[in-house]
């Protein structure tokens, strides 16, 4: 099975500009979620979703936004970008239940704001 | 104070040496679950505990619910262990979404030859 896949890989944008990142899960998951990773805050959780549906979302401003399709690829928006937004964002796939699952990670997309 | 807490930061070994990352943490718990990050960001999930513990090859995984702390410990350590280890707990009880996930900020595990 093919792995979670994300696109891009590298992005550099300048502030003020938007950006959308994709995420394709493993074939069969419906789970998605996705996470910025900055030097500063380490890891943290950005939204979830499954079955196009979201169902958590973090901490983060409004111009963060997301959605699921009916193949279960996934995108993440950025509107308005600043100079904080650079960072790692990953996404994950994952199958199981609540209580047990393996959830999988994709390479990231860097996002570079100058 | 960080509702996850990992030590140590940064973590030199010698090949073979055994190893042990600890995670504390302050909010109640359905899981926790320790990463692994190798340099250029991929992460792979290495286990989810929510008791007792857990082992993979030469990784083993333990939780104390009570004293809310887990450890990770790498048997025969390798060079190609090195990388970053992080831990995340799961806040509150099982809801089915990963929306309370909270990450400690990460263990540099270095192995040297």
């Known amino acids: 099975k093919a792995g979670v896949t994300q696109t891009p890989r590298y992005l550099i944008k300048t502030r003020g500009q938007q950006v959308t990142l994709s995420c394709s899960p493993i074939?069969?998951?419906?789970?998605v979620s996705w996470y910025q990773q900055t030097p500063g805050q380490g890891l943290q959780f950005l939204f979830e979703?499954?079955?196009?549906?979201?169902?958590n979302k973090g901490n983060f401003p409004g111009r963060f936004s997301g959605r699921q399709f009916s193949n279960s690829r996934s995108e993440m928006n950025v509107s308005t970008l600043e100079l904080g937004d650079s960072a790692l964002y990953l996404c994950?796939?994952?199958?199981?239940?609540?209580?047990?699952?393996?959830?999988?990670f994709g390479p990231g997309t860097r996002l570079t704001v100058t | 104070k960080n509702e996850v807490e990992q030590s140590p930061q940064n973590l030199t070994a010698q090949e073979g040496e055994f190893i042990t990352i600890n995670c504390s943490y302050s909010?109640?718990?359905?899981?926790l679950h320790w990463l692994q990050q190798h340099p250029g960001g991929g992460i792979v999930s290495l286990f989810m505990?929510?008791?007792g513990k857990k082992k993979h090859g030469r990784l083993i995984a333990t939780i104390n619910i009570q004293e809310k702390h887990s450890s990770l410990h790498i048997t025969a350590s390798h060079p190609r262990d090195s990388a970053v280890y992080i831990c995340a707990v799961r806040k509150g009880d099982y809801g089915g979404s990963q929306g309370n996930l909270i990450f400690g900020k990460g263990t540099k595990l270095s192995v040297k030859p």
């Open positions: 909010v109640g718990i359905s899981a």
């Open positions: 994950a796939s994952r199958h199981g239940t609540a209580r047990s699952y393996e959830q999988y």
């Open positions: 979703y499954f079955s196009e549906t979201q169902r």
């Open positions: 074939s069969g998951h419906r789970s």
């Open positions: 505990l929510s008791s």
